[in-house]
């Protein structure tokens, strides 16, 4: 059984920072590509920020430059460090990641974590 864990979100107030991270655990072999997504209320589940195991990232245009994705492989974490965010970076930021498990191979979500941009 595999679970992905996320921690650090909170309210900000504009143009602060946060730093999410997402922690997979269980029967793991190998983890490949680790991604965060977020959703607002009304709005469909959108791509922020992806990165492979070899550490090549993409990033939304909404938030290149402001976000940096990264991981530590040794502790099957992620990251998702935030600056100068803004009220639309309002969302439940969710990490999702391909994990081989013994001989299979799936996609695994964590269960989300609250952002929140206000003054």
């Known amino acids: 059984q595999v679970q992905l864990v996320e921690s650090g979100g909170g309210l900000v107030q504009p143009g602060g920072s946060l730093r999410l991270s997402c922690a997979a655990s269980?029967?793991?072999?190998?983890?490949?590509?680790m991604d965060w997504y977020r959703q607002a209320p009304g709005i469909e589940r959108e791509l922020v920020a992806t990165?492979?195991?070899?550490?090549?990232?993409n990033y939304a245009d909404s938030v290149k430059g402001r976000f940096t994705i990264s991981r530590d492989n040794a502790k099957n974490t992620v990251y998702l460090q935030m600056n100068s965010l803004k009220p639309e970076d309002t969302a439940v930021y969710y990490c999702?990641?391909?994990?081989?498990?013994?001989?299979?191979?799936?996609?695994?979500w964590g269960q989300g974590t609250q952002v929140t941009v206000s003054s």
């Open positions: 999702y990641a391909q994990i081989l498990v013994a001989t299979s191979q799936g996609g695994y």
């Open positions: 269980g029967s793991i072999f190998s983890i490949y590509n």
């Open positions: 990165i492979t195991r070899g550490g090549t990232t």
